[in-house]
């Protein structure tokens, strides 16, 4: 499930927010990027004409991550 998603009609942008409380962020990086790139998938699929950005947001510090 994602946890935010933000769609911006006039910049044709999505952009999927994942939450994630992990410390270590090389631990499950690569499960969480799988994770990522099914979401970009079905929304590729409902958003053809826009860009779509998934990142994570790691809550242990607040910093954000680009991964698609």
């Not at 927010?17 to 409902?46: A, F, G, M, S, W």
Request: with cysteine; glycine share 0%.
């Amino acid at each position: 499930r994602v946890d935010r998603l933000y769609v911006n009609e006039n910049t044709k942008t999505v952009v999927v927010l994942d939450y994630k409380t992990d410390i270590d962020k090389k631990r499950y990086y690569e499960k969480y990027r799988v994770q990522l790139t099914e979401y970009y998938k079905l929304l590729k699929e409902n958003f053809p004409m826009f860009n779509i950005k998934c990142k994570i947001l790691w809550l242990n510090d607040f910093t954000l991550e680009n991964v698609i």
